[in-house]
């Protein structure tokens, strides 16, 4: 039974509230049920490997020590905090391996609705598999169709703008979860309005772990404004998204509102994102392919290539081709998460990418700095985002080329079950806490039949967080 009704006389922010509002379980299609099981296996498995990594360590004492009213469990590590506390802390996590799924014009999507998901969680008596299914259906659609409208890497990203759209799907999964109506949608919504920030763009090319942590703020921030929206404070909430002063206002490129509320309820842009077959950015994976599928086609092994060329999209180029000197020069692990010549060179020496390429020691390998310098680029603004040619000269002489526009992982190309079980469990040996194996295991039988849970609180976070 179809539970949400257009009106198209509204603003489409409103729509988009009265979807928030009105969705549920029941009317959610099978294949979007399904999608979002798999997705949030995918990001619950990125969360776990990305628990142990840099920063989370720190972010986690600091949230502890401010201490507060004992809500909701900080995962791997224990504990109990606020809500919105454990939101800064868990919001990092999933991130920390960017490992998780992007849309091609929206960017990051499940990392920022599932961590604010289990944040929240502990607000509520008992959240049930469909309400975390709901909550995370609405939430990831509201982010790829805001981001998607306004053209969050076509227009904004080249031009160093972008990424405040992702607090918006932050806000109604909270929304969502925690039974706001659409009154209290509409100040919240126009709260997180508030705390966009349109030069977040730039943290991808600052080689810090501000790409990670920006997760931990947008968490904390959607949780508060949902929450004090519910205890009756409001904001000014006329047209949020379109005015001049409303979040498309900053665009100074072409945007397309009309698709904010096009085939709402009916058609599901969140089918599109992608999930990532590489513990790196995005950025790199068109590339990693492209050239793996050469080696493997011509039996190809490193020593018989003298010159890779590759020709990347315009996002791919800014984000992890330039400036030159920093990108065939990386030292930090961020750093080498956004270098293309490292991550392409790791992938040729044979090395995987995952969090051990990133170690103190995989960053001083001399056989993947040497085979960096092998290794040129160059921008090509007709190509699709996201994607890339590689061109392999073998010391024969010979030339090889391949383009990549689906990697791995895209719906175009999607991942079997077995294969994102098999990247669950490449996960979880990075956890900052021990998993055994019959956790491990119960962990991913709940997570397939999550519609049929209780009590996710129970069969998903406390198995992974120390009593």
Request: aromatic share 8%; glycine share 6%; hydrophobic share 40%.
């Amino acid at each position: 039974m179809k539970t949400f009704f257009q009106q198209t006389s509204e603003s489409p922010e409103i729509e988009l509230l009265r979807f928030i509002a009105q969705m549920t379980f029941d009317s959610l299609p099978a294949d979007i049920v399904d999608h979002c099981k798999q997705s949030i296996l995918d990001t619950m498995a990125v969360t776990i490997g990305g628990s142990g990594m840099e920063a989370i360590p720190e972010l986690v004492d600091l949230v502890k020590k401010k201490g507060g009213k004992p809500e909701s469990f900080i995962p791997f590590y224990g504990g109990k905090v606020p809500a919105s506390e454990a939101g800064l802390a868990i919001g990092p996590m999933a991130r920390a391996m960017d490992f998780g799924d992007v849309h091609d014009e929206a960017s990051h999507a499940s990392e920022y609705i599932f961590a604010v998901l289990l944040a929240v969680c502990g607000l509520r008596k008992k959240v049930s598999g469909e309400d975390f299914i709901v909550s995370f259906a609405v939430g990831k659609e509201i982010l790829i169709r805001i981001g998607k409208a306004f053209r969050a890497l076509s227009g904004a990203a080249p031009v160093g703008v972008g990424d405040g759209h992702f607090i918006f799907g932050s806000m109604a999964a909270v929304g969502k979860l925690l039974d706001l109506n659409l009154e209290e949608l509409k100040h919240a919504m126009a709260m997180v309005r508030a705390m966009t920030q349109p030069l977040n763009a730039e943290m991808y090319r600052s080689g810090t772990l501000m790409t990670r942590l920006h997760h931990g703020f947008v968490s904390q921030d959607a949780i508060n404004a949902c929450l004090l929206a519910q205890k009756g404070i409001k904001a000014y909430h006329k047209n949020i998204l379109l005015s001049p002063t409303g979040y498309f206002g900053i665009a100074q490129w072409q945007t397309y509102p009309e698709e904010l509320t096009a085939g709402l309820g009916e058609k599901w842009e969140m089918v599109n994102a992608a999930m990532k077959p590489y513990s790196s950015c995005k950025c790199t994976h068109a590339s990693i392919q492209a050239v793996m599928e050469i080696m493997a086609e011509h039996h190809l092994t490193s020593a018989d290539m003298a010159e890779i060329i590759f020709d990347e999209s315009t996002i791919n180029w800014l984000t992890v081709c330039v400036p030159k000197e920093e990108k065939w020069n990386p030292h930090t692990v961020p750093e080498c998460q956004f270098s293309l010549p490292y991550i392409v060179a790791t992938a040729i020496m044979g090395y995987d990418i995952l969090p051990n390429a990133y170690t103190q020691e995989a960053r001083k390998r001399k056989d993947v700095r040497r085979f960096m310098n092998k290794i040129s680029a160059r921008e090509k603004v007709s190509l699709p985002i996201y994607t890339a040619e590689a061109t392999v000269i073998a010391h024969s002489g010979a030339k090889y080329s391949k383009e990549c526009f689906h990697i791995k992982g895209h719906p175009k190309n999607p991942f079997s079950m077995d294969e994102l079980l098999n990247k669950f469990h490449q996960c979880v040996p990075y956890s900052a806490y021990r998993l055994s194996d019959k956790t491990v295991s119960e962990l991913e039988q709940n997570l397939l039949n999550l519609e049929k849970l209780n009590d996710v609180v129970s069969s998903l976070i406390i198995p992974i967080t120390p009593i």
